[in-house]
């Protein structure tokens, strides 16, 4: 269990960031922890699908951030804290920071992955945002401006259709949250495509072999070096770190075939 002092946000109240089956995730916090650096956190609300349990993600994710330090390319956020919907509190200091009407609830409080450079958000706004928000973003993130939850996630399996190179079929919404890229945007812009191949190769045989975990479902992004103030300009996005995260899915290996079926869907 983390101890610390309280937890802050600049701007309130907080920002839902994504929602998915196991809960919704609000950002961008501070973590005043005793006797540590203050931290940058987001915070995870439950909203429970079938079999889907933040106590279970919590658990997994702090087991596999320990495990973590083998890996040479591939970073993990550290889980901070789980929060009861009973503990009085620790709630007092979320409410404060959370939107009103947001009522108690089994939370998580996870290190916040932090957003790719600003000129590597620059450099995505001008290859492929083809909608009317094209300017005002460019004007923004060329006034220094820089968005703070801006993720990319890696697809390295697929290609966009080659109809999109048509304007009547390019996609009428564009944000820097959360924003996909696949492999034949990754080759466009050079990136190191083999790099990010090994880094989830050996991310997912930590899982299978070392933790007897199915890797079904995990993430994985490009987002800031942990710890890092600036990025080279030259190539932004090729400077960004490969993070695994969302590990709520994970199941234990049976030592049969079906576990090696399930191994082998996860890739």
Known sequence: MESYRSLTASDKPLLMMSSGQCGSVWGMAMLHRNGHHSVGVVIKREHAGPGRYLKNEAALQRQIFSA???LQLTSVPQCFDLVDHEDDGRWRDLLLI??????????MIAERITAVSRQAQLLLVKKYNWTPTRHRLMQTLESNSYYTHCLVHL????????????PAT??????????PLHIDQMEELQLPCPKYAKAMAESLAMLHWEMR??????????GGRRGAVTLSTSTPLAESTVWM???????PIQANVSGLISIARAF
Do not use: E, H, I
């Open 155 to 166: 697809y390295l399996g697929q290609r966009r259709p080659c109809s999109l190179a048509l």
């Open 245 to 251: 995260f969302d590990f709520d899915r994970l199941r």
């Open 213 to 222: 975990l199915s890797g079904a479902r995990v993430k994985f992004v490009l």
């Open 68 to 70: 973590a330090w083998s």
């Open 98 to 107: 959370l939107p009103a009407g947001q009522g108690k609830c089994t939370t």
């Open 170 to 179: 390019r996609p009428q919404v564009f944000t820097l949250c959360n924003l």
